[in-house]
């Protein structure tokens, strides 16, 4: 880890990483551990200007709301039969205060190239969380997008949690089970029977 910190620290010097460094921790800042509900995982951090946040899935204030975000949020407006124009900014704070940990797999990037940083053993720290979560906490809701994240799925013991699957909400790929998965219904229902407050999306 702290080799990990160390290469990102000196690529600073030099380049532009997403995101800033006060915010790659960001995800674990907002969800604390024994708050944990529902798990995200998402692959690497936007690498454009200004749009990461250290949260999976999310931009910053006043940045264009993503394709694959927006795809995300078509497929809760279509669960709750929210207004079209529901959404209006494409940051994520909320659902991670709710307890939704919103984690990339890497957790750096350098500016214009994806998955740069994903050489430097990122996982292995996100591996550990996902470890971690699994031992010490119950009835966790893991939703996961994509082959990358459904790769993570052997780490989760089923009688112990609940896992959800779906393509990655990406435009090439949601229209291959992301759409209509009905996860964020599916995620309150688990929640409401397990008397937990549902999740606010």
């Known amino acids: 880890m702290l080799n990990i910190l160390k290469i990102v620290s000196f690529e600073r010097r030099k380049k532009i990483i997403f995101p800033n460094s006060r915010d790659v921790f960001r995800a674990f800042c907002l969800t604390p551990f024994h708050s944990i509900k529902v798990v995200v995982i998402g692959q690497d951090p936007y690498y454009q200007d200004n749009q990461a946040n250290g949260l999976a899935f999310s931009v910053n204030f ?48 350098e500016s214009g190239k994806p ?17 971690y979560i699994n031992k010490y906490l119950r009835q966790v809701i893991f939703l996961l997008w994509g082959k990358d994240a459904q790769e993570k799925s052997n780490m989760i013991h089923r ?43």
């Open 115 to 131: 998955k740069s940083h994903a050489h430097l053993g990122w996982q292995n720290f996100t591996n550990a969380i996902i470890y």
């Open 159 to 201: 009688n112990k949690h609940f896992v959800l699957y779906a393509s990655h909400p990406s435009p090439l790929s949601a229209n291959r089970g992301f759409f209509g998965c009905n996860h964020f219904f599916k995620t309150n229902d688990i929640l409401l029977k397990q008397n937990k407050n549902v999740i606010f999306w």
């Open 62 to 109: 006043g940045c264009k709301i993503p394709p694959s975000l927006r795809n995300i949020y078509k497929e809760v407006i279509s669960n709750f039969y929210l207004p079209k124009n529901y959404y209006f900014h494409g940051c994520l704070s909320r659902w991670a205060l709710q307890g939704v940990l919103l984690l990339n797999s890497i957790l750096t990037v």
